[in-house]
Every structure is written in structure tokens, then in C-alpha cells.
């Protein structure tokens, strides 16, 4: 049965600092891994994506790791801001559509 | 940009009585979700849609909830007699394809209350 664990649950870091956040599966048999950012009581902005035969992928500040075989996705934000405080998931799909959550790092950065 | 609208944003209901979320998934999208995050909770899988049939279901979405797509714009979670831990937030989700690059892309969500 796939599992999806996020740690550290919580993180608080001071502006300028790079954030590295961590997000690991028990079963590698996945199509890919999206990567989340939800802010409280709102809805789930997709960040990035990564297909299951990548190993990278980058947006702006954010980078975005894969290694399947160990079952570990990273997400970098570099150079943090106050703006990026939120809760990132991560998201594996395990099957043709369904995704499977982790339960979150909250990010605090303060200024 | 396009995106996915859910209403209302928020539904309190009693005990037992039927709700009706509604969604509008993005326009030439053809997979549509639903999922839910009780609060405090991981966000879980409810079901997915395609063609105008379930794809696949989780364990929690049993006979008392079904999913309807009524027109060619909306998508629709129906929970027949709802209990106290139906209470959540529920979102909607759609994506042009399954798995591979294909991106889902959530709602903003509808809070569900139940008294």
C-alpha cells in the first residue's frame, strides 16, 4: 500500500534562506509527482510536476527532485519569502489518475 | 488563466439531508476529480471521472455518494444523506489527461458542515 510522508511537519526559516522540503513514498511505481502549495482555508495551487522518468524540473525560485528508485521527491525555494508561507503537499499517482497526498510542511518565513 | 470554479464555498446542512456540490472543471479538460481534507487531515481521493463514467473510487465514496456530470460544463458530487463526518472540504478537480505531465487542477473548495 502506498504511503506518502512529508517531514518536517513544520518548518520556520527567516527571509533569504533557501527552504528544502521533503516528501517520500513506499511504493516507486508511480506516473508522476505534483507538488502542491495550499493556503489556509483556501483551495491547492500546483506548483510543479515531475513525470516519473524525470529527475528535475524547475520554475522560477522553485526545483523540484525525483529519485524513484529510493522513493524521495525534494522541493527547493530559493532565496525565501515572507509571501511563500503557506503548506506544501506533495502528491504521488500511484494509478491512472488518482493522486495520494502527504500531509504537508507548513512554511512560516519571517521577515 | 483558466480555471476550476467550485460553488457555493460554503454549505451547511443538517444531518440527513441530501447535498449537491457543484464544479466547473476547465474547459477541454476530460478527467474530472473529487477529493476531500477533513480538517487537520491529509487531502484523500474520492473518485475520478471520464466519458461520463467512474474511472475508479475509493473506499469512502460508498452508495450514499454519486457524481454526475448533468451538461457539457458542470460536474456535480451528490451526497444523498449526509452524517456529522461528511464534514470537510471538498474539492474538484480536472486534468486533459491522466497521469504522465498532465497536471490536475484543484477548485478552490466547498466547506462542507454538517450540524
Known amino acids: 500500500k502506498q504511503e506518502v510522508t512529508q517531514i518536517p511537519a513544520a518548518l520556520s526559516v527567516p527571509e533569504g534562506e533557501n527552504l528544502v522540503l521533503n516528501c517520500s513514498f513506499t511504493?516507486?511505481?508511480?506516473?508522476?509527482l505534483q507538488w502542491f502549495r495550499q493556503d489556509p482555508g483556501k483551495g491547492l495551487t500546483s506548483l510543479l510536476l515531475?513525470?516519473?522518468?524525470?529527475r528535475e524540473q524547475t520554475s522560477g525560485r522553485l526545483n523540484a527532485s525525483l529519485d524513484k528508485s529510493s522513493g524521495r521527491s525534494t522541493l527547493y525555494i530559493a532565496a525565501s519569502q515572507p509571501g511563500d508561507s503557506a503548506t506544501y503537499l506533495c502528491a504521488v499517482n500511484p494509478s491512472w489518475g488518482k493522486l495520494q497526498f502527504g500531509a504537508g510542511t507548513q512554511v512560516v518565513v519571517t521577515p | 488563466e483558466p480555471e476550476v470554479t467550485q460553488t457555493p464555498s460554503h454549505q451547511v446542512t443538517q444531518m440527513g439531508q441530501e447535498v449537491i456540490l457543484r464544479c466547473v472543471p476547465i474547459?477541454?479538460?476530460?478527467?474530472f476529480y473529487w477529493y476531500r481534507q477533513i480538517l487537520g487531515q491529509k487531502v484523500e481521493f474520492l473518485v475520478s471521472?471520464?466519458?461520463?463514467?467512474?474511472?475508479?473510487k475509493s473506499e469512502i465514496f460508498d452508495d450514499q455518494f454519486s457524481v454526475e456530470r448533468p451538461d457539457g460544463s458542470n460536474f456535480t458530487l451528490k451526497i444523498r444523506s449526509t452524517k456529522l463526518e461528511d464534514s470537510a472540504m471538498y474539492f474538484c478537480a480536472s486534468s486533459e489527461e491522466p497521469g504522465g505531465d498532465n497536471e490536475q487542477f484543484f477548485g478552490p473548495g466547498t466547506r462542507l458542515t454538517v450540524l
Open positions: 511504493d516507486s511505481a508511480i506516473y508522476n
Open positions: 474547459s477541454n479538460h476530460l478527467y
Open positions: 515531475i513525470q516519473s522518468s524525470q
Open positions: 471521472f471520464y466519458n461520463n463514467e467512474i474511472s475508479e
